[in-house]
């Protein structure tokens, strides 16, 4: 079992990494198996906050108002990563999000992880959930503020410690390193063609986006426009 890794664990917009957003971050560096340093951010994501996140996190729109970038703030969080193995609870979502911004800003994140979830599947089949509130109850771990990212990826590197006390023995290679795969090719930004018809098409419309146009990528202003077309129709000149 490596003893020197990152707990990682990020807040989004929603479930898609080709739709939805970064809004909060939070890290736990370990270092032969002590904790040496923290990592958090709350990011701008350019766009309108869900309801149900918003209820979920407690992550109000006038939180993120000061809040960095999202190409700032991932690079922040990967330079804090070093070339560290990664882990999380459910590791591949997080990871997911975190790569598609990095191969959009040509940022390397290449990167091993281990599953606590993965983990839990495994040793303790008994248990009907195993997601991070159910499994930190199991073991009487306090979450502090659920669904916030800091506090999520403390609960999970001291769920990962409860899990390797009392399994690590028997089940080794459920807590072997293995290379994360996220496919993502490289999105360019908005062109200027896309962003002036599709300023014409929210003035022509009268429609109002839930999204800052100038972060869009190529294909996300190509899925917008149409949208907007089959919603609302063409522009008649």
Same mark, same amino acid.
């Given at each position: 079992?490596?003893?020197?890794?990152?707990?990682?664990?990020?807040?989004?917009?929603?479930?898609?990494p080709k739709t939805d957003r970064?809004i909060e971050i939070g890290g +736990?560096?370990?270092?032969?198996?002590?904790? +040496?340093?923290?990592?958090?951010?709350?990011?701008?994501?350019?766009?309108?906050?869900?309801?149900?996140?918003?209820?979920?996190?407690?992550?109000?729109?006038?939180?993120?108002?000061?809040?960095? %970038?999202?190409?700032?703030?991932?690079?922040?969080?990967?330079?804090?990563?070093?070339?560290?193995?990664?882990?999380?609870?459910?590791?591949?979502?997080?990871?997911?999000? +975190?790569?598609?911004?990095?191969?959009?800003?040509?940022?390397?994140?290449?990167?091993?992880?281990?599953?606590?979830?993965?983990?839990?599947?495994?040793?303790?089949?008994?248990?009907?959930? %195993?997601?991070?509130?159910?499994?930190?109850?199991?073991?009487?771990?306090?979450?502090?503020?659920?669904?916030?990212?800091?506090?999520?990826?403390?609960?999970? %590197?001291?769920?990962?410690?409860?899990?390797?006390?009392?399994?690590?023995?028997?089940?080794?290679?459920?807590?072997?390193?293995?290379?994360?795969?996220?496919?993502?090719?490289?999105?360019?930004?908005?062109?200027?063609?896309?962003?002036?018809?599709?300023?014409?098409?929210?003035?022509?419309?009268?429609?109002?986006?839930?999204?800052?146009?100038?972060?869009?990528?190529?294909?996300?202003?190509?899925?917008?426009?149409?949208?907007?077309?089959? %919603?609302?129709?063409?522009?008649?000149?």
């Amino acid at each position: 079992m490596i003893d020197s890794y990152i707990v990682f664990d990020i807040e989004t917009t929603g479930l898609y990494p080709k739709t939805d957003r970064i809004i909060e971050i939070g890290g +736990v560096k370990v270092v032969h198996d002590k904790v +040496v340093d923290t990592f958090h951010t709350l990011i701008d994501p350019g766009m309108e906050l869900p309801k149900h996140i918003i209820d979920l996190t407690g992550i109000q729109p006038s939180m993120l108002e000061d809040a960095p %970038k999202t190409s700032e703030a991932v690079g922040q969080f990967i330079e804090f990563c070093e070339d560290y193995i990664l882990v999380g609870h459910n590791v591949i979502f997080d990871y997911s999000f +975190v790569k598609r911004y990095a191969v959009n800003h040509k940022l390397p994140f290449e990167r091993q992880g281990i599953d606590t979830l993965k983990i839990a599947r495994k040793v303790l089949p008994w248990l009907e959930k %195993k997601n991070l509130e159910s499994l930190c109850s199991y073991y009487k771990i306090d979450q502090g503020n659920k669904h916030r990212a800091l506090d999520d990826a403390q609960s999970t %590197k001291q769920l990962l410690d409860k899990l390797r006390d009392d399994f690590l023995v028997d089940h080794e290679e459920c807590f072997k390193p293995y290379d994360l795969i996220y496919k993502v090719k490289r999105e360019g930004p908005i062109t200027n063609a896309q962003k002036g018809y599709l300023n014409d098409l929210i003035k022509y419309h009268k429609i109002k986006l839930d999204v800052d146009i100038d972060t869009l990528t190529k294909n996300e202003a190509s899925r917008r426009i149409d949208h907007i077309i089959l %919603k609302h129709g063409r522009i008649i000149r």
